[in-house]
Nanobody
Framework: QVQVAESGGGLVQAGGSLTLSCTAS??????????MAWFRQAPGKEREFVAA????????NFANLLKGRFTISRDNARNTMSLQMNELKPEDTAVYYC???????????????WGQGTQVTISS
């Protein structure tokens, strides 16, 4: 059993910044053995890829439209991953999910474990 939890969501004005965090743990779970990713889902839309980290953290993959505004970091010693979001826009409003999988992939179906999500709302 793997527990995945996101935190840091909230209400922010357009142009502001927000940092989301994700932790993953389990009795036999080794954080550094897994790729980690962020997805988001806006109301009425499909879940979409945001960014992902390879196991070692050397390979980072971003959604094209978000590159430059969003950055990710990973701390394998603390079993955490962060998503720093800058210059936020109303269209960034969504529930943001953390996902755990065997390798970096932009397809949500390739991830094995998911958090409950954290709501991010950007006001105009």
């Amino acid at each position: 059993q793997v527990q995945v939890a996101e935190s840091g969501g909230g209400l922010v004005q357009a142009g502001g910044s927000l940092t989301l965090s994700c932790t993953a743990s389990g009795l036999t779970f080794t954080f550094s053995h897994w790729a980690m990713a962020w997805f988001r889902q806006a109301p009425g839309k499909e879940r979409e890829f945001v960014a992902a980290f390879s196991r070692s953290g050397e390979n980072r993959n971003f959604a094209n439209l978000l590159k430059g505004r969003f950055t990710i970091s990973r701390d394998n010693a603390r079993n955490t991953m962060s998503l720093q979001m800058n210059e936020l826009k109303p269209e960034d409003t969504a529930v943001y999910y953390c996902a755990v999988g065997p390798y970096v992939d932009r397809r949500s179906g390739e991830y094995d474990y998911w958090g409950q999500g954290t709501q991010v709302t950007i006001s105009s």
